[in-house]
Nanobody, 126 residues
Framework: QEQLVESGGGLVQTGGSLRLSCAAS????????MGWFRRAPGKEREFLAS????????NYAGSVKARFTISRDNAKNTVYLQMNSLKPEDSAVYYC???????????????????WGQGTQVTVSS
């Protein structure tokens, strides 16, 4: 059974850092582009970052590009999102997703992802 499980969320103060992890199982991880999205209450799901199958290509949303870093460890079937300089507006549920369509490339469209995790809550206090 294919599955993505996020972890690492929590409560952090403004300016703090968190590292989210997403562990994949039941799929050949290196055959997938991986992405991170978030959804805040009352808002649409927002693309944050994507990384190609081997990590040679990365893509970020402008709102997080200078603060967030996506990486992956194919030996551990895990993708990470390092988040620095966190702001209250970063508070949301964070999701990882896997796309098998064009794994050599990054992907920012949520409708091109096939598999989603259950999400992890990030709350940034002011």
């Amino acid at each position: 059974q294919e599955q993505l499980v996020e972890s690492g969320g929590g409560l952090v103060q403004t300016g703090g850092s968190l590292r989210l992890s997403c562990a994949a199982s039941g799929l050949t991880f290196s055959n997938y582009t991986m992405g991170w999205f978030r959804r805040a209450p009352g808002k649409e799901r927002e693309f944050l970052a994507s990384i190609s199958r081997i990590g040679g290509s990365r893509n970020y949303a402008g709102s997080v590009k200078a603060r967030f870093t996506i990486s992956r460890d194919n030996a551990k079937n895990t993708v990470y999102l390092q988040m620095n300089s966190l702001k209250p507006e970063d508070s949301a549920v964070y999701y990882c997703a896997a796309s098998g369509r064009n794994p050599r490339y990054t992907e920012s469209r949520s409708d091109r992802y096939d598999l989603w995790g259950q999400g992890t809550q990030v709350t940034v206090s002011s």
